[in-house]
């Protein structure tokens, strides 16, 4: 009996252009399931099957295993998480066509090199074998980019304060023509896309992240055309710049990932002028303490995040470890909070978190969303706890 919506496991897959194997495999292995089971076991798959259908079959294209990809993918297609997904798919696209083009070009030059030299050059063979390794790190980049997306998403989106957050850390700079800039773990670069009409015509800002594909994003973001903007990777305690370089260093949200957060200090203030500026953000203990609350009131055992980073670096603590290097701190809170009345930009944040949650929702994925729903319906608020430090050398 054909049911309105729906396609049978045979209708869907030569609809895809896939075999009736690979859809029973999907099922099988818990990648793609059926919307609806009948009681006589024939499965049955809706336009939204097809949409995640999409994701799984890029992602292998790509090169991922199934069980990278069941890990990078959700069980929901709403136009939400659909939106963000193709988003996200676009920038890995753009990854590996970066990657492909940089071993083809090794290898043209190693083909050079073998035919001018008629000897094999190693060191270029040593590059192209670096080049093939990069592969392995697409999928954590992916990943990472997408939950910090997701997070970035849910503060840009759902925020009452409507200066928005970037806005008001540029405010906070007092940026003058001129002035040579550092921003330390820059991520997509949105401090600057966010506010690029005020940025001065002469002034060098230095974009630096350890993840070498969330500079790639900036870059792209930014564009290589704007000599304004230069990029490179490393960590910020070892900062590869002379002593008195910079009239701006920007750390936004960097300081609790530290491990060392006193050489990072004394690294900072050395690359500073005198006079220079620190602006470093951090968080507060309240910090969207109702979006804990909630999950574990859903299941006691989830913790969205390992550590509290407010705790090796916040609101509270923060002038205790910067007094000692900077000879002036003064502290400014961003006033705002978020509500939301609808589940998706909620669960995706939750998803995107560092913690243990992936481990006991995806298994119960439709029953964590009807308790979203419900605790969303009326409203939800969720307190920010988020400001500055302003430090001067």
């Known amino acids: 009996m054909k049911l309105p919506g729906f396609y049978s496991s045979g209708q869907f897959a030569r609809m895809a252009n896939v075999s009736l194997r690979t859809i029973r495999y999907y099922d099988k292995e818990n990648i793609l399931k059926p919307s609806y089971v009948n009681d006589t076991g024939a499965r049955f798959y809706t336009d939204e099957d097809f949409a995640r259908l999409q994701q799984i079959l890029l ?25 963000n997904s193709l988003k996200m798919q676009k920038t890995l696209v ?34 192209l074998i670096h080049l093939t390794g990069m592969e392995k790190s697409l999928k954590s980049q992916y990943q990472n980019a997408s939950n910090i997306s997701a997070r970035i998403r849910l503060h840009e989106e759902y925020s009452q304060n409507p200066q928005g ?38 002034v060098k800002i230095h974009l630096s992240d350890v993840s070498e594909g969330m500079l790639r994003d900036a870059r792209r973001n930014l564009g290589l055309e704007d000599r304004r903007f230069s990029f490179s990777s490393f960590d910020c305690a070892k900062i590869p710049f002379s002593d008195d370089t910079f009239h701006l260093v920007i750390a936004n949200h960097v300081l609790f990932y530290c491990n060392d957060l006193d050489t990072v200090c004394l690294e900072i203030r050395r690359v500073l002028k005198p ?41 509270e603590n923060g002038p205790s470890f910067l007094l000692p290097y900077f000879r002036e701190v003064s502290c400014l809170r961003y006033e705002d909070s978020i509500y939301l009345d609808k589940p998706e930009p909620l669960i995706e944040y939750i998803l995107s978190c560092h913690g243990n949650q992936n481990q006991f929702l995806l298994d119960r994925y439709s029953d964590f969303c009807s308790f979203v729903e419900k605790k969303t319906k009326h409203g939800f608020s969720i307190t920010k706890d988020a400001g500055i430090f302003r430090c001067k050398c």
């Open 59 to 83: 992602l292998k294209y790509l090169g991922f295993s199934l069980k990278d990809i069941r890990e990078m993918t959700v069980k929901d297609m709403d136009y939400h998480f659909m939106l």
């Open 165 to 202: 957050w970037f806005p008001w850390i540029y405010e906070q700079c007092q940026i003058e023509d001129g002035w040579n800039i550092l921003e330390l773990g820059c991520g997509n670069g949105a401090l600057w896309t966010e506010n690029f009409s005020l940025i001065p015509n002469h």
């Open 275 to 315: 006079g220079g500026t620190l602006i470093c953000s951090t968080y507060g203990a309240d910090h969207m303490k109702e979006i804990s609350s909630l999950v574990q009131h859903f299941d006691s055992r989830i913790v969205l995040s390992a550590e509290n980073l407010y705790e090796r670096f916040g609101l």
């Open 94 to 127: 753009e990854d590996r066509m970066e990657q492909m083009q940089l071993v083809k070009d090794a290898i043209e030059n190693t083909v050079s090199a073998i035919e001018e030299k008629q000897e094999i050059d190693w060191s270029q063979m040593l590059e």
